[in-house]
């Protein structure tokens, strides 16, 4: 598997922005994807955005608010702006061998999770 190491978790205010970053050491010999995604207490995990050879996609519910970039230089980041309470969750990175799929079980590979509190 593809070691994945997050950082950025913290505590921000309603409104606010903040970064993740997701450090990844990957062959570079085939298509990848990586990706977004989270879950707040009570739901399922489900799909924030994802990066695949300069193409993007975003989940309805962020979109507009959060950027993906990268990997640069091994690190993919997702801006994370207009942050709202329902933003709240442990945020993970992913990684899978092909293009863009946007349902969890399609990535082999994932983070620690890092915790994202945003506060009203």
């Known amino acids: 598997q593809v070691q994945l190491v997050e950082s950025g978790g913290g505590l921000v205010q309603a409104g606010g922005s903040q970064r993740l970053s997701c450090a990844a050491s990957?062959?570079?010999?085939?298509?990848?994807?990586l990706g977004w995604f989270r879950q707040a207490p009570g739901k399922e995990r489900e799909f924030v955005a994802a990066?695949?050879?300069?193409?993007t996609s975003y989940a309805d519910s962020v979109k507009g608010r959060f950027t993906i970039s990268g990997p640069t230089e091994g690190t993919v980041y997702l801006q994370m702006n207009s942050l709202k309470v329902e933003d709240t969750a442990v945020y993970y990175c992913?990684?899978?061998?092909?293009?863009?799929?946007?349902?969890?079980?399609?990535?082999?590979?994932w983070g620690q999770g890092c915790q994202v509190t945003v506060s009203s």
């Open positions: 992913a990684h899978r061998w092909g293009g863009i799929l946007t349902g969890r079980n399609n990535y082999g590979s």
């Open positions: 990957i062959p570079p010999y085939m298509t990848y994807a």
């Open positions: 990066w695949s050879g300069g193409t």
